[in-house]
């Protein structure tokens, strides 16, 4: 799926409210802060949205209009650092579910500028293998939007 399939999805859906966007350098400044480098998608979304509340549920983002409680640095490193179990490097959370787990991107996994979305679940561990819930960033947040509506 493509991300202009993701920006329609989101762009189509009525019951949500979305950042201003993130700039390049907002986006790499963010890379090299966690020592990552996003998939293409993620990166659109961010330059595009910088975060997003699509009905119910509040994607991390960036950029000047994020609320302080869906910072992705912020969150990310408290993931790293703070809570048990603690976040591998690899994994960048984008939504908490409510209950302590994750919905992380795994760049242990990028191909050709693609990373699957996998589900981190606190309960299983540090040395978990997640559940993989998306082939891709974009891909994933459409059916997402789509289940939700």
């Not at 202009?4 to 090299?32: C, H, P, R, W, Y």
Request: proline share 5%; glycine share 8%.
């Amino acid at each position: 799926m493509s991300t202009e399939n993701m920006t329609m999805a989101i762009d189509a859906l009525q019951d949500k409210e979305v950042g201003s966007g993130a700039t390049a350098e907002d986006v790499q400044f963010v890379e090299q802060t966690l020592g990552v480098q996003f998939p293409k998608d993620y990166d659109a979304f961010l330059q595009k949205y910088g975060w997003a509340r699509l009905m119910y549920d509040e994607f991390y983002g960036i950029g000047d209009s994020v609320p302080a409680h869906l910072n992705l640095i912020t969150n990310t490193v408290r993931e790293r650092t703070d809570f048990r179990p603690y976040l591998p490097k690899y994994l960048i959370p984008v939504l908490a579910d409510g209950a302590g787990n994750h919905y992380c991107l795994d760049l242990s996994k990028a191909e050709s500028g693609i990373s699957p979305v996998v589900f981190w679940d606190h309960d299983e561990g540090e040395t978990q293998t997640p559940n993989v819930v998306g082939l891709s960033f974009s891909d994933w947040i459409v059916e997402h939007v789509n289940e939700q509506a």
